[in-house]
């Protein structure tokens, strides 16, 4: 089966930069996706790492490592907009299937 | 260009009754995935759809099931509700090569009674 392992929650300042991890267990592995959703809000698309490395889009960052079966996302320049939760994803087999971790709560403090 | 749409957003049932929920993806997407999240379970495939074809499933029992018509838009079946079914229900739409972007819509939240 599929496994992902990130850390529950995450506390951080504004203005901070933030590392969360994933770590996954899977068969027929594709890519890692971090997806971010607001409470009572949508998961919405951030990055996508199918190969080894970092992926930058603005403030956010995603590494991927396949041996290590690893990656992370890095926030930078926190926002208290970035309060959310937020999901590593495996890609697996054909198609669109995503496997979900069970997310980090991050909190930005003032 | 306009979302991903699900109807209904807020649906209460009783147990052992079954519902419908339908998914609208954004325009020119093929591929429709369904997803359930619930607090202790997080959020779980329930199965893929591409070109009317169910491409993927996930672990669910029969009670699940969908389908897709000709334009894409996806239905969602859930016969005979228990109170483990209440959960918030994803649907998501990509273009439909693996690994693509998939863009969620906001989600029908059913409550089983």
């Known amino acids: 089966g599929q496994s992902l392992e990130q850390p529950s929650e995450v506390t951080a300042v504004e203005g901070a930069i933030v590392q969360i991890n994933c770590t996954y267990q899977?068969?027929?592995?594709?890519?890692l996706s971090w997806y971010q959703q607001h409470d009572g809000g949508a998961p919405t698309f951030l990055s996508y790492?199918?190969?080894?490395g970092l992926e930058e889009t603005g403030r956010f960052s995603s590494f991927l490592s396949r041996s290590d079966s690893y990656g992370y996302l890095l926030l930078q320049e926190l926002q208290m907009k970035d309060s959310a939760s937020y999901f590593c994803?495996?890609?697996?087999?054909?198609?669109?299937?995503?496997?979900f971790g069970t997310g980090t709560q991050l909190k930005v403090e003032l | 260009k306009a979302g991903v749409t699900q109807t209904p957003r807020y649906l209460i049932k009783t147990r052992g009754q079954q519902v419908t929920l339908s998914c609208s993806p954004i325009?020119?997407?093929?591929?429709v995935s369904w997803y359930q999240q619930t607090p202790g379970q997080g959020l779980q495939f329930l199965f893929e759809?591409?070109?009317?074809?169910q491409r993927n499933k996930g672990n669910f029992p029969g009670r699940f099931s969908g389908r897709q018509f000709s334009n894409s838009r996806s239905e969602m079946n859930v016969s005979t509700l228990e109170l483990g079914d209440s959960a918030l229900y994803l649907c998501?739409?990509?273009w439909g090569n693996g690994g693509d972007t998939q863009y969620f819509g906001p989600g029908t939240r059913l409550t089983v009674l």
């Open positions: 759809y591409f070109s009317e074809t």
């Open positions: 998501a739409s990509s």
């Open positions: 790492n199918a190969l080894d």
């Open positions: 325009s020119g997407h093929r591929s």
């Open positions: 899977t068969s027929g592995f594709y890519g």
């Open positions: 994803a495996v890609l697996t087999g054909g198609g669109n299937k995503l496997t």
